[in-house]
């Protein structure tokens, strides 16, 4: 079948398999989509993954879907990069940022996260592409472009509501204090490195650096 452009006589070839699937619009769409369906994915296997701390996780992890819906409907300008190209900066931020971390943490550094843990494969996945990847497109990629004009004032929100979000999630065994104040300096962190890298690789470096972290807290230690 073709499809026409208005001009009689001319047509336009409808595009094969190949060029949607490399499609631009495809292509800045692929990631908050793998993300989704994982979330559902974990949403499903949940309770057989992380057996003893899913009651607590099964709502924030719809949460985060909430999280990744927000940020494509309200802040489309953070999804402009090729998928590619973030997971790029996200591969070779994140390699960095667990090496630097696990030297960190090697050194005694340790702190009770409340992350779900299970085997290695699903936890790692779970950190990457439903934790790391909805927090960085909601708080950064949404929440930082909230200031505008003033991109300190985004910076300090997405921090502060980052901070209490996790507050309120990584306390399964009560209020974690310490999470709440590592997020908020994470969250500064964070933000401002977004701004100054969002124009060539969109949430990929601190999509990575904070998955870095994430999967450093959970496999760096030197025990």
């Known amino acids: 079948m073709s499809i026409f452009d208005g001009e009689p006589g ?13 499609s631009p619009t495809l292509q800045k769409a692929a ?19 992380f057996p003893t701390q899913w009651v607590h996780w099964e709502t924030i992890t719809i949460i985060f879907a909430m999280m990744v819906l927000t ?18 900066w996200f591969a070779i931020a994140g390699a960095g940022a667990f090496i630097l971390f696990k030297i960190l943490f090697g050194g005694g550094f340790r ?19 439903v934790i790391t990847y909805s927090e960085e497109a909601f708080f950064r990629g949404f929440l930082t472009d909230v200031g505008k004009g003033r991109p300190g004032v985004g910076v ?21 204090f310490m999470a709440f104040a590592v997020a908020f300096v994470m969250g500064l962190a964070l933000g401002f490195v977004y701004l ?28």
């Open 111 to 129: 702190y009770d996260t409340g992350f779900p843990i299970g085997d290695l494969l699903p936890t790692a996945v779970f950190q990457i592409f």
């Open 196 to 223: 100054a890298t969002r124009e060539w690789a969109s949430i990929g470096v601190v999509w990575g650096i904070h998955a870095g972290w994430n999967l450093a807290l959970l496999f760096g230690g030197s025990g």
């Open 156 to 176: 300090l929100l997405s921090a502060i509501l980052f901070s209490v979000f996790h507050l309120a999630a990584y306390s399964g065994a009560g209020l974690n």
């Open 10 to 22: 001319r047509r336009i070839p409808s595009l094969g398999f190949t060029e949607q699937f490399l």
């Open 71 to 88: 940020s494509i409907l309200l802040s489309p300008l953070a999804f402009q990069t090729p998928a590619w190209k973030v997971f790029v």
């Open 31 to 49: 990631l908050p989509v793998v993300s989704l369906v994982l979330i559902m994915f974990f949403i499903i296997q949940g309770p057989l993954i």
